[in-house]
């Protein structure tokens, strides 16, 4: 293969990674919103990128920037990257705003999802590895931060977490709205807006015994017609593996970063791999790893690693993200699962490694600030049209 032959396959690479880059606000990949203006390849490794932003100061430069180069990671021949930031001229934002509108307009779905808010999946390739007790810990400790928090328990088979959130009730509608109002939990200053099968049907899960697609029009309608309102973030419990429930969600939330919890075990990993490639196939972003049941921890101080080591680091290392933490077995977990008291609330060795990965979580996927660059004020008019 000739030089100029490979330099156009890297080009192409390229292309095809930067298309999972989302701009948060435009809510479109990069490519499409023709902000990637020049690709440079050189035999030695180095790669060169030039994207123009809506402003040149928009602060969502750093999440654009981790993006990309997260993405880049992935392709061996590129040694070095380099981004060259421009601004859009008045004339190619408005055609970049024309193209996200566009795009807006043919999303099948309309959830109730406010744009400002960002959803996050919590996933796995299989169940019992702790995915939902890391769900209502992650949702409760951002809750704790004072933020409003929404928690769709996706995992209509298996949903836990009205009993690990300790609330209980049956979902009504508003009037007025016509809308499926969820149920709230203050968390200290924080709020969580929890929608969970679990507030539809009796105790008796049996009852659950639906299709697939079925189960995905339930889930639908969690997301068109359930009045979520304002929320910073909304943390999903998937259901485990990869099936219509969770191609579903994939499709209609496309601007969802994804966390997939594992534990050290090899055989939980190569099936996490799955889930992973799913959600690449969608372009969803993978924002890291959490390992689960990482060790155990006696009352002398000494480590037991019972489920084997290093699993959510090699799925880490392998999907190029970063590994957010390690939970520790600790009976404090599952005591605070059938309390409804989650185990962040307190003391002890997971409640720590569970609030560093909410710190860490925030890092990696910053809340949305509505007021963040102008883009968003022309996007929000356009909506307001369009609804009308
Ligand atoms: P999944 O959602 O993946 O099916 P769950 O969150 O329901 O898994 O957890 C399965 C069981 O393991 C529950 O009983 C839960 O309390 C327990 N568990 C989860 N993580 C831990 C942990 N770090 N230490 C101790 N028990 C845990």
Same mark, same amino acid.
Request: overall charge negative; proline content about 4%.
């Given at each position: 293969?000739?030089?100029?032959?490979?330099?156009?396959?890297?080009?192409?690479?390229?292309?095809?990674?930067?298309?999972?880059?989302?701009?948060?606000?435009?809510?479109?990949?990069?490519?499409?919103?023709?902000?990637?203006?020049?690709?440079?390849?050189?035999?030695?490794?180095?790669?060169?990128?030039?994207?123009?932003?809506?402003?040149?100061?928009?602060?969502?430069?750093?999440?654009?920037?981790?993006?990309?180069?997260?993405?880049?990671?992935?392709?061996?021949?590129?040694?070095?990257?380099?981004?060259?930031?421009?601004?859009?001229?008045?004339?190619?934002?408005?055609?970049?705003?024309?193209?996200?509108?566009?795009?807006?307009?043919?999303?099948?779905?309309?959830?109730?999802?406010?744009?400002?808010?960002?959803?996050?999946?919590?996933?796995?390739?299989?169940?019992?590895?702790?995915?939902?007790?890391?769900?209502?810990?992650?949702?409760?400790?951002?809750?704790?931060?004072?933020?409003?928090?929404?928690?769709?328990?996706?995992?209509?088979?298996?949903?836990?977490?009205?009993?690990?959130?300790?609330?209980?009730?049956?979902?009504?509608?508003?009037?007025?709205?016509?809308?499926?109002?969820?149920?709230?939990? $203050?968390? /200290? !200053?924080? @709020?969580?807006?929890?929608?969970?099968? *679990?507030?539809?049907?009796?105790? %008796?899960?049996?009852?659950?015994?639906?299709?697939?697609?079925?189960?995905?029009?339930?889930?639908?309608?969690?997301?068109?017609?359930?009045?979520?309102?304002?929320?910073?973030?909304?943390?999903?419990?998937?259901?485990?593996?990869?099936?219509?429930?969770?191609?579903?969600?994939?499709?209609?939330?496309?601007?969802?970063?994804?966390?997939?919890?594992?534990?050290?075990?090899?055989?939980?990993?190569?099936?996490?791999?799955?889930?992973?490639?799913?959600?690449?196939?969608?372009?969803?972003?993978?924002?890291?790893?959490?390992?689960?049941?990482?060790?155990?921890?006696?009352?002398?101080?000494?480590?037991?690693?019972?489920?084997?080591?290093?699993?959510?680091?090699?799925?880490?290392?392998?999907?190029?993200?970063?590994?957010?933490?390690?939970?520790?077995?600790?009976?404090?977990? $599952?005591? /605070? !699962?059938? @309390?409804?008291?989650?185990?962040?609330? *307190?003391?002890?060795?997971?409640? %720590?490694?569970?609030?560093?990965?909410?710190?860490?979580?925030?890092?990696?996927?910053?809340?949305?600030?509505?007021?963040?660059?102008?883009?968003?004020?022309?996007?929000?008019?356009?909506?307001?049209?369009?609804?009308?």
């Amino acid at each position: 293969m000739g030089a100029d032959q490979a330099g156009l396959e890297i080009n192409e690479k390229v292309i095809n990674q930067l298309r999972g880059v989302v701009d948060p606000e435009l809510g479109s990949d990069i490519v499409d919103l023709g902000m990637v203006k020049k690709i440079d390849f050189k035999d030695n490794g180095d790669l060169k990128i030039t994207i123009a932003l809506t402003t040149a100061g928009c602060p969502l430069k750093a999440q654009i920037q981790k993006d990309v180069r997260l993405r880049i990671k992935s392709i061996s021949e590129i040694s070095h990257v380099k981004i060259e930031w421009t601004e859009l001229t008045d004339e190619e934002r408005a055609k970049t705003m024309d193209r996200a509108r566009f795009n807006l307009s043919q999303e099948d779905v309309v959830t109730q999802i406010p744009r400002t808010t960002k959803s996050i999946m919590i996933a796995s390739g299989k169940g019992g590895v702790g995915k939902s007790s890391v769900t209502a810990n992650i949702a409760t400790g951002l809750a704790a931060k004072g933020l409003t928090v929404g928690v769709l328990d996706a995992d209509i088979w298996g949903f836990s977490i009205p009993q690990m959130l300790g609330v209980e009730g049956r979902l009504a509608g508003n009037e007025e709205t016509k809308k499926i109002v969820p149920l709230v939990k $203050s968390v /200290g !200053s924080g @709020t969580l807006k929890i929608i969970s099968m *679990g507030f539809l049907v009796n105790e %008796d899960k049996s009852s659950l015994n639906w299709r697939g697609l079925i189960l995905n029009r339930a889930v639908r309608h969690f997301l068109e017609d359930v009045e979520w309102g304002d929320m910073d973030y909304l943390v999903i419990d998937m259901p485990p593996g990869t099936g219509d429930v969770q191609m579903g969600l994939a499709k209609m939330l496309p601007r969802s970063d994804m966390i997939v919890v594992t534990t050290p075990s090899k055989t939980v990993q190569t099936v996490a791999t799955r889930v992973a490639s799913m959600a690449q196939s969608y372009y969803l972003r993978i924002a890291g790893v959490i390992e689960n049941m990482s060790f155990f921890v006696n009352e002398e101080g000494k480590q037991y690693n019972i489920f084997g080591s290093g699993g959510g680091e090699k799925l880490a290392h392998d999907l190029g993200v970063p590994l957010l933490g390690s939970i520790p077995i600790d009976p404090f977990v $599952s005591d /605070g !699962s059938d @309390t409804g008291t989650p185990v962040i609330l *307190g003391e002890g060795h997971a409640a %720590d490694a569970l609030k560093s990965i909410v710190d860490e979580i925030i890092a990696a996927v910053p809340k949305i600030n509505p007021l963040d660059c102008t883009a968003h004020t022309s996007m929000e008019t356009s909506v307001t049209i369009s609804n009308s």
